[in-house]
């Protein structure tokens, strides 16, 4: 079953997700509905989440369309049949929290941060395929 419900959130709270260390491993996305490369990817982040399923391994999609079209972000969870967890950050000057994110993000998405079971962090930025995605993934599970 599709949850198209999805939970608005502040940095503060972003910042708990990033920073929970909960012996996952989180693959965090930024994106957004108006930017094709994110949408090209989202399907990937899908599969990673079959595939990687017993591994432990969290996706948490962070969507950064504005806070008041989160009805138009909940339509493109169902349409696109998202099944991982997606959160619409409301934080719209981007320039007060891009950097605290990773000090090189330009601030462009698609982005992707990884992290491991030690809380160690690989940021990407721009768009990622499956099998980068799932090279990505396997770094970090073959580090253990």
Request: aromatic share 10%.
């Amino acid at each position: 079953m599709i949850n198209a419900q999805i939970e608005i959130i502040k940095f503060p709270q972003l910042e708990e997700i990033l920073k929970s260390n909960d012996e996952k491993i989180k693959v965090i996305n930024f994106w957004a509905t108006w930017c094709a490369p994110c949408v090209k990817e989202l399907p990937y982040f899908e599969k990673a989440s079959e595939i990687y399923e017993q591994e432990g391994l969290e996706i948490i999609l962070v969507n950064l369309d504005f806070a008041e079209q989160k009805q138009k972000v909940e339509k493109f969870i169902a349409k696109h049949v998202i099944k991982n967890r997606v959160v619409l950050l409301d934080e719209i000057d981007y320039n007060s929290w891009i950097d605290k994110i990773n000090k090189n993000w330009s601030g462009a998405i698609p982005a992707t941060i990884i992290i491991d079971r030690n809380n160690q962090h690989k940021f990407i930025e721009g768009e990622l395929n499956q099998d980068e995605l799932n090279g990505l993934i396997n770094d970090i599970l073959n580090k253990k």
